[in-house]
């Protein structure tokens, strides 16, 4: 029985006769476009007239879908270029924020070093931890301490003015009492009066002078600094000026910025006099001066003549006999 030829018996030499036409074609082009004649160059330009206009219709639709095809691909980069671009926007809002807590900080240290303190003074910077948080204290906490070499009773500024008093003392933290505080109470000077007075703290923002020798004489604006009495504060630091209350009692503006306190100064003052026995203030030490009724011990022990002998009255000899 005789086999039905296959499909691949025909397309075999169908293929093989194409692709031998497409080289001869290609051959014949090659030759025919490299021949130096003038005959083939008036051909050349005959068949380019007439291959030129139909391609060019042709390819309108390919070059179209080219330029389509590459703003699409102008597209994909501009998305992508516009995400790196907000990312790095992101990073620039954090870097942003970053750069104006460091410029604030900047400004507090600034603050800090424009501060007029005595030459003679040392110091100590520490930066704020916390505050209190109550009504009834007003106290910040500091993160330098005892190993600092921080004492009780030191003073502590910002980059204004006076803020308040090393009142407790850590191994690593210390805390300053406010000069709001109730239990604040300092010495200071009131110029150009020169009056002296008692800064109260009363847990407000405007603390009262209290024990003003002459208060007739001092003004809402006179400038009030430490008086360095007691040998607490170091004296004529800036505290704030004087402003008349609603109350119509002498108190306080602070110059200290009491609602950014960041950075705090504490200043090293002298050694404070320690009263270990309270009461040698009522006893001196050469003891207690003679009664009355022995002047002649005291006089005689001040070195000053005695007083005459007070002559005896008559009746009184007649009753000792």
């Known amino acids: 029985m005789a086999r039905k030829p296959s499909v691949e018996s025909f397309t075999g030499p169908v293929r093989r006769l194409v692709v031998g036409l497409i080289l001869v074609f290609c051959v014949i082009s090659v030759l025919v476009w490299r021949i130096d004649n003038p005959r083939m160059e008036r ?47 992101q990073q620039m809002r954090a870097w942003r924020e970053a750069a104006l807590q460091l410029d604030q900080e900047n400004a507090r240290l600034l603050e800090l070093n424009n501060v007029r303190i005595d030459p003679a003074l040392t110091w100590i910077t520490g930066v704020v931890m916390a505050d209190s ?13 005892a190993r600092d070499g921080i004492r009780d009773g030191w003073a502590a500024v910002d980059g ?50 209290d ?64 009263i270990d026995d309270p009461g040698g203030l009522l006893v001196p030490p050469g003891g207690v001066a003679p009664p009355d009724d022995e002047p002649e011990a005291g006089l005689r022990d001040s070195g000053l003549p005695s007083p005459p002998a007070r002559p005896v009255a008559p009746d009184a000899e007649a009753a000792d006999g």
């Not at 380019?48 to 980069?77: E, G, I």
């Not at 003015?161 to 109730?182: E, F, H, N, Q």
């Not at 109350?247 to 050694?271: I, N, P, T, W």
């Open 43 to 89: 051909l050349r330009a005959a068949i380019t007239d007439r291959v030129l206009p139909p391609m060019a219709l042709v390819m309108k639709p390919v070059n179209a879908l080219a330029v389509l095809v590459a703003d699409f691909q102008s597209y994909a980069r501009l998305y992508e270029q516009n995400q790196e671009l907000r990312r790095e926007l």
């Open 211 to 274: 024990f003003i020798d002459n208060p007739d004489a001092v003004r809402p604006g006179d400038q009030v600094m430490t008086s360095g009495d007691g040998d607490l504060f170091p004296p004529d630091i800036l505290v704030g000026t004087v402003a008349l209350g609603t109350d119509q009692r002498l108190r306080l503006r602070l110059v200290a910025d009491y609602q950014r306190l960041e950075f705090l100064r504490v200043l090293r003052s002298g050694e404070s006099e320690r």
């Open 133 to 145: 948080g109550s009504p009834f204290r007003q106290s910040v906490l500091l993160n330098v301490g």
């Open 160 to 209: 204004l003015g006076l803020v308040g008093r090393i009142a407790g003392v850590g191994s690593r933290t210390a805390r300053v009492m406010l000069l709001t505080d109730t239990s604040s109470r300092i010495a200071v000077t009131i110029s150009p009066s020169g009056q002296k007075a008692i800064l109260t703290g009363d847990n407000s923002f405007y603390p009262l002078l």
